[in-house]
């Protein structure tokens, strides 16, 4: 019998050197639950739907597992391959309502299923190598493109199942590695769109329009190293993935340039104010919003998913 282990963690907030507030976890409980075919692999994506079920996307396993919000399996689907349900490389994942989306990097395509992980359809990225999905508005999604320039584009759709989307073409990085233009995104109830860069420590703020409105970064992240623009591939990392909350705030999880690698999350205002940073227990390469005040977040093997409360 296959395990899945879910770690709950307790965020309980302090402060931090420097005058920015910040949580320290505590670990009360683990909650081990058993289902058939639940073990995880290696975990390239993590949604949440309102019902606080939890869809992970194993890279190795070439498949979604869908989970209660106890950790018990309840549905899967997947196998190696390029068909209808099929992955080659399921990574970053979304929830529009009752539709579940799934990128794959590697077939540029983005397959859509049902609550049920019934397959319903799927339509090909054009425009460059698809790196981020977010939900945009009630039914759109808005997708993250890497290209061989240093000007990124994101596509927002109006609806999950896809169709013509509007381009955003993002500000030049001014680097010269086009590597740098690598982002991730989140879109705000109004429509602002997100962009936190993997390589470079700036967030930038887009209307609804796709007009650039502000930008801004998180004091304290360590300066590049390696990291220099000599046309070289960019090798520390500045945000891992973004996320937005209810009350219209952006969490940011921070990379190898972040105080403690992997762990921060910083929660800014949208002006870019910085509010707290809340420090995870493991280094993480994903996060996810659930319930009110919930994150979930992959541990330092990519093989747990980890929930913590943030208060």
Request: hydrophobic fraction near 40%.
């Amino acid at each position: 019998m296959n395990v899945l282990l879910v770690a709950l963690f307790l965020a309980v907030p302090r402060d931090l050197p420097g005058g920015a507030a910040g949580a320290e976890p505590v670990v009360p409980a683990n909650l081990p639950v058993a289902g058939r075919g639940a073990s995880l692999y290696s975990i390239s994506g993590i949604a949440l739907d309102r019902r606080n079920n939890v869809y992970v996307s194993d890279l190795l396993d070439y498949s979604v597992k869908k989970f209660d919000r106890r950790g018990s399996l309840i549905g899967k689907v997947g196998r190696r391959g390029g068909g209808p349900g099929e992955f080659r490389s399921p990574g970053l994942s979304a929830v529009v309502g009752d539709k579940l989306i799934v990128l794959e990097r590697e077939k540029l395509r983005i397959q859509v299923f049902d609550s049920r992980l019934r397959y319903e359809g799927e339509f090909d990225v054009r425009g460059g190598m698809p790196v981020d999905v977010t939900p945009d508005g009630l039914q759109g999604i808005a997708v993250a493109l890497y290209s061989d320039t240093s000007r990124a584009i994101v596509l927002r759709y109006d609806s999950a199942g896809g169709g013509n989307p509007r381009r955003v073409l993002l500000r030049p990085t001014g680097k010269s590695h086009p590597l740098y233009a690598a982002s991730r995104i989140a879109v705000l109830a109004d429509g602002t769109l997100v962009v936190a860069y993997l390589f470079m420590n700036r967030v930038d703020l887009y209307t609804p329009a796709g007009n650039y409105r502000r930008s801004f970064s998180i004091p304290g992240m360590a300066p590049p190293g390696t990291n220099v623009d000599d046309g070289r591939l960019p090798e520390e990392t500045y945000f891992r993935k973004v996320l937005v909350d209810g009350a219209g705030r952006i969490l940011l999880l921070g990379g190898s340039q972040s105080p403690h690698p992997g762990r921060d999350v910083f929660l800014c205002a949208r002006d870019g104010s910085l509010l707290r940073t809340f420090i995870l227990r493991s280094r993480s390469r994903l996060i996810a919003r659930g319930e009110p005040g919930a994150l979930y977040a992959t541990d330092e093997t990519g093989t747990v998913v980890e929930k913590y409360s943030l208060r």
